[in-house]
Each structure stands twice: as structure tokens, then as C-alpha cells.
């Protein structure tokens, strides 16, 4: 898919790998929707890149995914701004296993009701254009830490889901492909105070086994990885980006 003249809703658009992903999509020719549940970093985001690359370009819409009206609504103001939608960016996501029932909700339940709604706007058998789903996975959708167990758990759903409705079954009906990218270590705001956001102090110590090799990578890296996997990925793909290295597809045994 070649973005230029696209359109893209992104989730958790507002700081962190969100953020890059709509300035990469807007250098690339995209018009994009910001959407976030953080209204002021939103706003002000939005009219910084509207000044840059134009007021017909850029939207706002506050959203927060575990709302599902709200985030329906983001879709509607989307697709009355700008026509229509192309790509949507499951992104928002939190990494924080002592409020588990948040977390499951905003990284599992949040990504299947973005993809849900994605094809209810897009899908061909509804009316819409087809388009692209990414849905933002991390390295522990594949190798689990043993300090972050749920963490682990909402980032493996991710890619399960992701393969199972992009398979070309799905494709074949909507005309929706659906795909992960799955980032290690990235600088962004998902760390806070690691101790506070693990499950107990004490997996403080297996966090820093854990992360020992990791090399954290730009969040624009990321966003670059993303147009990759726009242009050249399969539905179904699930593709891991880290240390600022090409991104690379995961293969899965067939059945």
C-alpha cells in the first residue's frame, strides 16, 4: 500500500511510538487522525502538525480505547473529516501488571475493538474500501519476561489475533488486511517507575535480567518500520523491530 493520500487513524497518537508513526505517516503524504485519551498533548499535537503539513491533514479526536463509544466516535470523525479511512494504528497500550484488569482491557480489549471497528468502516463487504489494520505488538508477544507475566500475556494475544484475522479468509470477505509490528525496548513513556508498575517490588530484580541486553531504539525507528510493513507486509505478518535494525518477519510453524 502506498501511503501517500491515505488515510489513518492511530491510537495512543500523542506521545511515544504513536506520535512518531503519525509524523512518519504525515511525511509520507497520509492525512491522519490523533487519537488519545490525553485531550492537551492531543490538541496541542495536532495544531503544532497542522501548521506543518496543513489544516486538512491533521485531526484530534480524544479516545480512549476502552471506551468503546468514544473510540467509535473517533472513527466517525475520521471518516466525516477526511471521507473515508485507509489505515488504522492499534497502538495505545500500557505496561503496567499491578492494575491488570486496565491493562488487559487497554492492550487486548482495546486492539480487538480498534480492529472490529476498522472493519466496520473499511471492510468491502460493508460498504467501504478495504485497507490496512497494524496493531502494535512488543519482542515479548514472542519471548515472554518473567517480570512482566500479564504484560507478556496482552502482547502475545496481539499477535494470536492479529494472525488468525489476517488470514486470508478474512482478506478474501473485507478486503482488510490486518498485520503486527512488534517493537522491542523503545524510548517512549510506557516506563515510569519500573518498581510500580510490576506486579510485586521484588520482580525488580528479574526486570533487570530481563532487560540486561535490550538496546533501546528511537520511537522514529519504529514509525519507519511501519511504513515498511505497509508497503511490502502480507496480512497475517507479524514483524519484530529492535536495536534500530531493519524490521524482520517472525516466522510461525504451518499447521
Known amino acids: 500500500m502506498d501511503v501517500k493520500g491515505r488515510v ?7 506521545s511515544g511510538i504513536g506520535k512518531a508513526c503519525a509524523i ?42 476502552t471506551d468503546y463509544s468514544q473510540f467509535e466516535e473517533s472513527f466517525h470523525t475520521t471518516a466525516s473529516a477526511f471521507g473515508y479511512i ?17 491493562e488487559v482491557d487497554i492492550n487486548v480489549n482495546g486492539v480487538i475493538r480498534g480492529t472490529l471497528l476498522a472493519e466496520r468502516f473499511m471492510a468491502t463487504n460493508r460498504s467501504g474500501q478495504g485497507g490496512t ?13 518473567a517480570s512482566v507475566p500479564i504484560y507478556s500475556a496482552t502482547k502475545a494475544a496481539i499477535v494470536n489475533f492479529t494472525r488468525a484475522f489476517g488470514h486470508q479468509y478474512h482478506v478474501d470477505s473485507t478486503g482488510v488486511k490486518v498485520m503486527a509490528l512488534c ?11 519500573v518498581s ?12 533487570q535480567r530481563d532487560v540486561a541486553s535490550s538496546v533501546p531504539q528511537r520511537a522514529e525507528h519504529v514509525a519507519k518500520a511501519l511504513i515498511h510493513i505497509l508497503n511490502e507486509g502480507k496480512s497475517g505478518s507479524v514483524w519484530l523491530v529492535e536495536k534500530d535494525q531493519p524490521p524482520r518477519e517472525i516466522t510461525f510453524p504451518k499447521h
Not at 485519551?37 to 480512549?64: H, M, P, W
Not at 489494520?133 to 519476561?145: A, D, E, F, L, R
Not at 517493537?183 to 517507575?193: C, F, I, M, R, W
Open 8 to 14: 489513518a487513524l492511530v491510537t495512543g497518537a500523542a
Open 24 to 65: 512518519e505517516l504525515l511525511n509520507e503524504g497520509a492525512m491522519v487522525s490523533i487519537c488519545d485519551i490525553n485531550a492537551e498533548e492531543g490538541e496541542k499535537l495536532a495544531e503544532t502538525l497542522s501548521t506543518q503539513y496543513g489544516k486538512n491533514r491533521v485531526i484530534f479526536c480524544q479516545c480512549d480505547v
Open 86 to 102: 485507509d489505515i488504522v494504528v492499534n497502538n495505545a497500550g500500557i505496561m503496567n501488571d499491578r492494575f491488570w484488569e486496565l
Open 133 to 145: 489494520v497494524v496493531n502494535i505488538g512488543s519482542n515479548v508477544s514472542i519471548n515472554p519476561y
Open 183 to 193: 517493537p522491542s525496548a523503545t524510548d517512549s513513556k510506557l516506563l515510569g517507575d
Open 196 to 207: 510500580k508498575q510490576l506486579l510485586w517490588p521484588r520482580y525488580v530484580e528479574a526486570w
